[in-house]
């Protein structure tokens, strides 16, 4: 994979805004259960999301950006646990910590690829720092799950879902 | 699976607001192959879906709705072609009729089911409405499927697309 300067930041702005979106709701999701140490937890994403989405627009300035679709940077949606049901009401604290776990990784293998990939090398740069940053993210949500049961109806295997 | 006329509108709205969105990416990318007959197609879904949506919003009129979360209503990435690829820079023609096909095929079963198993009545009714028009526009895919070159990458195979 190889992607030029401009490209490269567009990704990276839409991760992070998704990521920040997605962690608000998240978080929402956790008060509502009254989990008030993880929903701390996915606050704290929002903020570094959104600090690390205004710095990159910072460095995106004066460039002109490409525009994406919506799958080059959303995040996967949870597999259903329900079985019959198409849309899950909502995910228990284990599997939202899996659930941002997995697209966590999927942001720092994107990084981590552009980071020996990319021909020029201020990509390679900078996407060796955003990699080194999610892998962070994925540790954070590591300990969690670590330290979170896990819920009775197990978490479906799915292929696109595994690390 | 049961749900409340508010939770149901909910439902449906966000989900006519998601599928319009996406064909209007969808139709772009067509427009960008040159498609113009597809991209007409996909152009077709983009006014349907806010037809659809602005007439079920307007049958919310009055009625407090729940906030959903976006797992419950967006659509599925297409499944990765590219392999070691994190995000895929491009969806053939194929490729993105079959993902349209196979989130109006969700949509369709969605609403399906809710046609039989709701406890309201009006929920039943419009669900059956709504599972109708779904159909039409699964058909209609099909239709473009059946005309379609495959394209020499095989479509992954994965659990969570296969109708």
Redesign the interface.
């Known amino acids: ?1 190889d992607l030029s300067l401009p490209e490269f930041l567009a ?1 990276a702005i839409a991760l992070e805004h998704e990521a920040a ?2 962690y608000l ?1 998240l978080a929402d ?1 956790m008060e509502s259960y009254r989990n008030d140490e993880v929903a701390a937890t996915f606050r704290d994403m929002v903020r570094y999301s959104r600090l690390h989405h205004d710095s990159i627009v910072a460095r995106a300035q004066g460039l002109k950006l490409p525009q994406l ?11 259903e646990t329900g079985g ?7 995910l228990t604290t284990y599997e939202a910590l899996r659930y941002a776990r997995e697209n966590e990784f ?1 942001a720092q ?2 990084y981590s ?1 552009l980071a020996t990939d990319a021909s020029e090398a201020e990509v390679r740069r900078l996407a060796a720092d955003f990699a080194a940053e999610e892998t962070e993210h994925v540790q954070a949500l590591d300990d969690w799950l670590a330290r979170t049961p896990r819920p009775s109806t197990p978490w479906r295997v ?3 879902h595994e690390a």
Do not use: L
Request: hydrophobic share 30%; glycine share 0%.
């Open positions: 994979m990704h979106e997605r709701e999701m679709r919506s799958w080059q940077y959303r995040w996967r949606n949870p597999p019959e049901e198409a849309f899950d009401p909502a999927r293998a994107f690829q799915d292929p696109q």
